[in-house]
């Protein structure tokens, strides 16, 4: 079982274009400074950082970028929290009422309830995400001009454009791949977990880039977690007397893409994957309903291999 680091302290902190809101729970004071590198800096180093304090900083469109450079450049543990997340759980506690005191309040309170299933920022990952997202995005707009050149009457003033199209989106895909294996390359930490990922049969490079870049949480949470955060644990649906069927919802919709396409893979040539598939098809259960059981199996297996990996290399894994 993962040592957990438990944080004591917590500074929640609320970002707008203009000004960040401060909540210190070590004092319970709350602070208000500008959203600039020097403003930032100065607060940043009113204090040193320590191993019990988590700072847990708004998502805000970009806004918080700068916050999040400097307070982990200085040696802090932050972690930046999705307002979807924050939100649900500011209803759970009642809180209707929304001002920025209240959210940077309520983010230090997340940041406490919650710390053992947040994940902290670094460099390496971070910089992943917005290099996968855009490859998605290009490579779904490839798909597209694909499609349209394909139509069996076109316009050859339109078919030209669409093959200078295509083909700079493709150089554009071929330049991202490009620097996101340079950024595994350098972070030892996402190397070893792209190594992990492949030797998982049914997973290969493009896969394991969308679920490191994506799936951040992998190795860090626990089984359940993990399945409900790619989106396909299953979810009851009882009623009294009523016992439907379970089904699986929300989830990230490129990392269930990435584990479908895994799938499909794996049923063939993972022999464990093979077997649970072959012994679902065998009890008459749908096609799709055993696939869908092959993700979530799939998503369980690489999430247990790369917690073991961080455990036997890490020994105490830091988590926020």
Same mark, same amino acid.
């Given at each position: 079982?993962?040592? $957990?680091?438990?944080?004591?302290?917590?500074?929640? $902190?609320?970002?707008?274009?203009?000004?960040?809101?401060?909540?210190?729970?070590?004092?319970?004071?709350?602070?208000?400074?500008?959203?600039?590198?020097?403003?930032?800096?100065?607060?940043? /180093?009113? !204090?040193?950082?320590?191993?019990? =304090?988590? $700072?847990?900083?708004?998502?805000?469109?970009?806004?918080?970028? =700068?916050?999040?450079?400097?307070?982990?450049?200085?040696?802090?543990?932050?972690?930046?929290?999705?307002?979807?997340?924050?939100?649900?759980?500011?209803?759970?506690?009642?809180?209707?009422?929304?001002?920025?005191?209240?959210?940077?309040?309520?983010?230090?309170? /997340?940041?406490?309830?919650?710390?053992?299933?947040?994940?902290?920022?670094?460099?390496?990952?971070?910089?992943?995400?917005?290099?996968?997202?855009?490859?998605?995005? =290009?490579?779904?707009? &490839?798909?597209?001009?694909?499609?349209?050149?394909?139509? #069996?009457?076109?316009? #050859?003033?339109?078919?030209?454009?669409?093959?200078?199209?295509?083909?700079?989106?493709?150089?554009? +895909?071929?330049?991202?791949?490009?620097?996101?294996?340079?950024? $595994?390359? %350098?972070?030892?930490?996402?190397?070893?977990?792209? *190594?992990?990922?492949?030797?998982? %049969?049914?997973?290969?490079?493009?896969? *394991?880039?969308? &679920? &490191?870049?994506?799936? #951040?949480?992998?190795?860090?949470? !626990?089984?359940?977690?993990?399945? *409900? =955060?790619?989106?396909?644990?299953? /979810?009851?649906?009882?009623?009294?007397?009523?016992?439907?069927?379970?089904?699986?919802?929300?989830?990230?919709? #490129?990392?269930? %893409?990435? &584990?479908?396409?895994?799938?499909?893979?794996?049923?063939?040539? !993972?022999?464990?994957?093979?077997?649970?598939?072959?012994?679902?098809?065998? !009890?008459? %259960?749908?096609?799709?309903?055993?696939?869908?059981?092959?993700?979530?199996?799939?998503?369980?297996?690489?999430?247990?291999? +790369?917690?073991? /990996?961080?455990?036997?290399?890490?020994?105490?894994?830091?988590?926020?």
């Amino acid at each position: 079982m993962q040592n $957990i680091t438990k944080y004591k302290h917590f500074v929640g $902190i609320d970002v707008s274009k203009d000004k960040l809101d401060i909540y210190d729970s070590r004092t319970g004071t709350f602070s208000q400074v500008a959203n600039t590198r020097t403003a930032i800096k100065q607060f940043v /180093y009113q !204090n040193k950082p320590q191993s019990d =304090l988590l $700072i847990v900083i708004d998502l805000t469109g970009g806004y918080e970028a =700068l916050a999040v450079e400097l307070f982990h450049t200085a040696g802090y543990c932050v972690h930046r929290a999705s307002g979807v997340q924050v939100k649900a759980f500011m209803r759970a506690c009642g809180q209707r009422a929304k001002t920025d005191r209240i959210d940077a309040y309520h983010l230090a309170l /997340y940041g406490d309830k919650m710390q053992e299933n947040l994940k902290l920022y670094t460099d390496g990952q971070n910089k992943l995400k917005p290099i996968v997202e855009r490859l998605e995005d =290009l490579k779904s707009m &490839l798909q597209q001009e694909k499609n349209r050149l394909s139509a #069996p009457t076109l316009d #050859p003033t339109i078919k030209t454009g669409l093959k200078r199209t295509t083909a700079f989106l493709q150089r554009q +895909i071929k330049e991202l791949e490009q620097a996101a294996a340079a950024l $595994i390359d %350098k972070d030892a930490e996402l190397s070893a977990k792209q *190594a992990v990922l492949l030797q998982e %049969k049914g997973i290969g490079r493009q896969i *394991a880039l969308v &679920l &490191l870049a994506l799936l #951040p949480e992998l190795g860090v949470v !626990n089984r359940r977690q993990i399945a *409900a =955060l790619a989106g396909v644990a299953p /979810y009851a649906k009882d009623s009294g007397t009523l016992s439907a069927h379970r089904f699986v919802r929300s989830g990230r919709p #490129p990392v269930k %893409k990435a &584990l479908f396409m895994a799938a499909l893979v794996a049923v063939r040539h !993972n022999e464990t994957i093979k077997t649970f598939y072959d012994r679902l098809i065998d !009890n008459k %259960k749908p096609k799709l309903l055993a696939i869908t059981a092959a993700m979530r199996k799939l998503t369980i297996i690489i999430n247990a291999k +790369i917690k073991n /990996y961080l455990k036997n290399s890490n020994g105490d894994i830091k988590v926020g």
